[in-house]
């Protein structure tokens, strides 16, 4: 399923590739600086 969605991706475009895993990088930072202000 992974590698469908990948190469489903790739078939649009690099830009529209890029999009999905910038918002995912984003959300993982803010998830990240979350936890580390619940942590302190």
Known sequence: MCLR???YLASQ???VG???LGA???LTVLSF???YRWER
């Open 5 to 7: 969605f990948s190469t």
């Open 33 to 35: 600086l979350v936890g």
């Open 18 to 20: 890029v999009v999905p």
């Open 13 to 15: 475009g690099p830009v």
């Open 24 to 26: 995912l990088g984003l």
